[in-house]
């Protein structure tokens, strides 16, 4: 079955794959908030093969949009086609859909040719076309063992800040290895403590690594205490600490990427939720921690909200725990 979401003009668009290829097409029109829908309705999709998309039909920015499917990437695995009409191959909103992994993208004009796109975008191997434009990864065939993945980034201080929903809730130790998962997959990235905790002091004592400029350097990484940064990198992570109550911490709201955490056991969800309505109207990653495997499908199929669940960590210098979704948020950058 395919679920379309499309606006009145496109209504008909695929009409003809019910009578020819046999799939039902269940239609939903008007106008959407794409990131919406996937929070609190697309639970009741989950049987679905196909998720077509009118992109007259969403009402986010490209940007806004592209975020919203890295998020629905995250907890479901069916086919995304986009339809774009008269998309340019040259435009970032593209290269965006690409480099998150979406490549049945409707770009024609003429209706025979839509068809034909359609009609190779639900073909087993889907789309060929813009699979050649994804950038390069060095294969895992020809890496040297223990040899990670190197991805190329061409982005400069993009601000990635981490929050939690309540004390304890894993923001340091996620910040600390998501520095060190992106330094060791090829970028420049490095830590700033922007919360009033101490730890990173707590740190540094334990661990009396050297200084250079106002960086500590542990691991190969520069982690600081002032945002007066020795030079530029590809990702500043800064830990702001707890969510705050009644503002949001200004390093939060004006960051480029941010990420709430939150345990996320089912006697702790209210907090989370709550911590979530605080962040509205901003794009937020919501990332639940600490849940038990056999948790997650139910607490996916209950949730309103939008949520990742993480693997916990002890490690702070940990270059590989959670890999997939330190992949997934940086995937627009690469």
């Known amino acids: 079955m395919i679920l379309y979401l499309t606006s009145n003009a496109n209504v008909n668009l695929l009409d003809f794959v019910e009578s020819e290829l046999e799939l039902p097409v269940k239609k939903l029109t008007g106008q959407f908030s794409l990131l919406s829908f996937v929070v609190k309705d697309m639970r009741h999709f989950g049987h679905i093969r196909y998720f077509a998309i009118d992109r007259t039909a969403v009402l986010e920015s490209d940007e806004e949009m592209a975020q919203a499917l890295l998020s629905f990437q995250t907890m479901y695995d069916m086919r995304v086609i986009i339809i774009v009409e008269g998309l340019p191959e040259s435009s ?100 700033v403590e922007t919360n009033t905790s101490r730890h990173l002091a707590q740190i540094i004592h334990l661990f009396q690594p050297e200084q250079s400029g106002n960086a500590y ?18 990702f500043i992570v800064m830990d702001c600490g707890v969510l705050g109550e009644k503002r949001l911490q200004a390093d939060f709201v004006n960051a480029d990427v941010r990420i709430l955490c939150g345990s996320a056991m089912p006697y702790e969800l209210p907090v989370f939720f709550r911590a979530m309505q605080r962040c509205s109207p901003l794009t937020v990653q919501a990332l639940g921690m600490f849940v038990p495997e056999d948790m997650k499908p139910l607490l996916k199929k209950v949730s309103t909200e939008n949520i990742t669940f993480a693997e916990s960590s002890h490690e702070l210098f940990d270059t590989e725990v959670n890999s997939p979704f330190c992949k997934q948020l940086i995937a627009n950058y690469l």
């Open 92 to 191: 970032p909103f593209l290269h965006q859909l690409v480099n998150s992994g979406i490549t049945d993208l409707i770009t024609a004009l003429k209706i025979e040719t839509i068809q034909e796109e359609i009609r190779e975008s639900l073909s087993s191997g889907g789309m060929q076309r813009f699979k050649r434009i994804v950038p390069p990864i060095v294969p895992e065939s020809i890496l040297r063992p223990g040899e990670p993945e190197q991805y190329q980034f061409s982005c400069t201080n993009i601000r990635i800040a981490l929050a939690g929903s309540d004390r304890r809730s894993g923001v340091t130790t996620t910040a600390f290895n998501l520095v060190c998962w992106l330094n060791n997959h090829g970028a420049s990235a490095c830590y």
């Open 217 to 234: 350097v542990m691991e190969g990484c520069d982690f600081y205490f002032t945002r007066e940064l020795n030079r530029d990198y590809n």
